[in-house]
């Protein structure tokens, strides 16, 4: 065995995480750089590999992770408690972002400034009510195992949704299908997903 | 309770929880929320799966001088202190048996490199035989056919095209690298736990830099290999990677400004998400010539 060391960061329990969170948040809105530096650690590696996922690329990757924390310091007293976690609020801002990021790589923004259908659709508000499953690193290995598990195209309609923001018309374009497929395809394979975090 | 107008909407709730309805398809259904009970209760309970998604992405540790970079831009501050890189420690590589296909441990070359001649040039100085070459050139011819790939018919080749764009984009990068009149390269060799792997890295100027990898033995459950610049300093972590199927990896990233090229470089086999420091054997390692 040539190099051996014990990290740290992979023993933390996840279910403390999100009163922790929810009070650093607090800190960070009367300015504590330090709690702020805290929070980076705890979950920049979630954030990058959602940014790395979307994106595929380290250096965007990093610029949307800077995006990321820059808004969180300047908007951590809109930050809402009974808005889910500060995680999901994370992965929110990240995907919007880089899926932004992707699309300005792609192709030249055009000019609407109403966002039209060009605006990166977030996700409804992550509420409490929306997160009734626990979030635990088991039920998270479990979803990723069940999404591998999916039929191909239930998959990749989801993945095109999910990590390009691409809507159903143009999820039917990019897979030479009909709307109502791309429609049963994402619904029958959400409701998989869904059994899998009930079991 | 369904309101009469249900069937319209039927099936939209996945899609509106997804955020893939376009703005009057959402404008549309969020109307139809507003007095249909079945629809709110499933938007709810598919809300929760949307996201749980944003976590499936497998957790990566970003480059190490992006934390100093975000805490700087966004609190005016600095907090490196907390930083927790380890050194570590090269393996004699002197004690390393050769093997077949691999002599040098590595070394660095400058300068005006063409596309179709890098491969045979970067053979030339490592000192390996045939196979490599082979090897390289195909992966490489790989890269430039692909750039050049019709549309996609079957349903495997339409996933495909599903990525085409930012793969295009990606092949172009990398042949910006390995043809560039600045491109360097060091060279991996595979240690007693991989003695058939190789690896090669290729930069600019500009730090970008290219690594393909051959040969990796196929990763256990959990595990995943990590790529490092050793620097005198410490170990700083460049990025994860997962081979395929055929132990190949190829994949680009920019060189941290702390990293003064060339330094050595090393794989290790770490825990799935990767480590801050290093923890696992060595798989491939190599060195800028003395």
Redesign the interface.
């Known amino acids: 065995?040539?190099?051996?060391?014990?990290?740290p960061?992979?023993t933390r329990a996840w279910n403390d995480e999100p009163v922790i969170d929810r009070q650093s948040v607090q800190r960070i809105a009367d300015g504590d750089?330090?709690v702020?530096?805290k929070i980076?650690?705890r979950h920049?590696?979630?954030v990058?590999?959602?940014a790395?996922?979307?994106l595929?690329?380290?250096?965007d990757?990093?610029d949307v992770?800077?995006g990321v924390?820059?808004q969180?310091?300047?908007q951590a007293k809109r930050y809402d408690v009974t808005r889910?976690s500060v995680?999901?609020w994370l992965?929110?801002i990240?995907?919007s972002r880089a899926i932004d990021r992707?699309r300005s790589?792609?192709t030249k923004p055009k000019s609407d400034p109403t966002?039209?259908?060009n605006?990166?659709?977030?996700?409804?508000d992550?509420?409490v009510?929306?997160?009734?499953?626990l979030?635990t690193a088991e039920?998270?290995s479990k979803?990723?195992t069940a999404?591998s598990a999916l039929p191909?195209?239930q998959r990749?309609a989801?993945e095109?949704?999910?990590?390009?923001?691409?809507?159903?018309?143009q999820?039917a374009e990019?897979?030479?299908e009909q709307i109502?497929t791309v429609?049963?395809r994402?619904?029958t394979?959400?409701?998989k997903?869904?059994a899998t975090?009930t079991v | 309770m369904s309101e009469p107008h249900h069937d319209a909407f039927d099936g939209l709730t996945a899609l509106y929880a997804l955020g893939a309805l376009s703005r009057d398809e959402r404008r549309d259904f969020e109307t139809h929320l507003e007095i249909c009970l079945d629809c709110v209760t499933e938007v709810k309970s598919l809300l929760s799966v949307t996201h749980h998604l944003l976590h499936v992405a497998v957790p990566l540790e970003p480059p190490p001088q992006l934390r100093e970079r975000v805490l700087q831009h966004a609190t005016g501050t600095s907090l490196s202190g907390c930083s927790d890189g380890r050194s570590m420690t090269l393996p004699d590589t002197d004690n390393v048996p050769v093997t077949d296909t691999v002599v040098d441990t590595g070394e660095t070359q400058g300068a005006g490199i063409s596309f179709w001649m890098a491969a045979s040039l970067l053979i030339a100085t490592a000192g390996v035989g045939g196979w490599y070459t082979a090897e390289l050139n195909r992966r490489l011819a790989g890269l430039q056919g692909e750039l050049d790939s019709a549309r996609l018919k079957s349903e495997l080749l339409t996933v495909e095209a599903a990525t085409a764009t930012f793969e295009a984009t990606r092949r172009e990068e990398i042949l910006h690298i390995v043809t560039g009149p600045d491109v360097q390269q060091l060279f991996l060799t595979g240690q007693p736990l991989a003695p058939r792997a190789m690896g090669h890295a290729l930069w600019n100027d500009e730090a970008n830099l290219v690594f393909l990898a051959n040969g990796l033995p196929a990763l256990p459950d959990g595990d995943i290999y990590q790529l490092w610049f050793v620097t005198q300093d410490a170990p700083i972590s460049a990025t994860l990677l997962g081979p395929d199927s055929d132990g190949a990896a190829t994949l680009t990233l920019n060189i941290p400004d702390t990293v003064v090229m060339p330094t050595a470089m090393a794989i290790t086999i770490e825990p799935e998400g990767g480590v801050r420091a290093p923890t696992g054997d060595v798989y491939l390692l190599g060195r800028p010539t003395d």
């Open positions: 065995m040539l190099l051996r060391a014990l990290d960061s992979t750089a330090e702020f530096a980076y650690d920049i590696r979630t990058f590999g959602l790395m996922r979307i595929q690329n380290q250096r990757a990093a992770v800077q924390f820059a969180l310091w300047a889910g995680a999901s992965l929110t990240t995907r992707l790589r792609r966002g039209g259908d605006a990166v659709v977030e996700f409804p992550p509420t009510e929306a997160e009734p499953h979030l039920s998270v979803l990723r999404l191909l195209l990749v989801i095109l949704a999910c990590f390009e923001g691409l809507t159903q018309t999820i990019r897979l030479e109502g429609k049963t994402i619904r394979g959400l409701l997903l869904r975090l």
